[in-house]
Structures are given as structure tokens and as C-alpha cells.
């Protein structure tokens, strides 16, 4: 079966039937390699946390964010 047969049969499955699937394929790559790709946005969100605690990040407003991107997407 190639790919696009796969793909076909993907978008029969149900909602619930789909989230497993992904739930499957996430678990079927390289798992040091996950754990790593974990394990660095582990670090780089306490990094983030502290820096937003000691008021050294800048922050926006998360509505004029998704507005800018929503723009963005639209031109």
C-alpha cells in the first residue's frame, strides 16, 4: 500500500480513530531522539519562566498576536 492509499484510508477513520493514530506514529519515532527534543523545551520553558518571573521578557498581548497572525494568513 502506498502512501496515498494510506492517506485515503486515514480520512475514513473516525475523530477518535485518527488521535490514536497519531498517538501511534509519535510513539513509533526514535524515542531518544523525543526524549531529547523533550528534554531541551523542558529547559528552554523553565529559561523562559524565570525570565518572565524576573521581568527580563517581553510579553504581548495573546489576542494581538493571534489578530497579527490571522492577518498574516489572510494576505
Known sequence: MDLAAIQIEI???????RLKL???LWDSI?????????SLWAVESERRIDAFDA???????????FAELRDSLNK
Not at 30 to 38: A, G
Open 11 to 17: 480520512q475514513r477513520l473516525s475523530f477518535d480513530e
Open 30 to 38: 526514535s524515542i531518544p531522539e523525543n526524549k531529547n527534543r523533550e
Open 55 to 65: 521581568g527580563k521578557l517581553q510579553t504581548r498581548d495573546a489576542k494581538k498576536v
Open 22 to 24: 497519531i498517538d501511534f
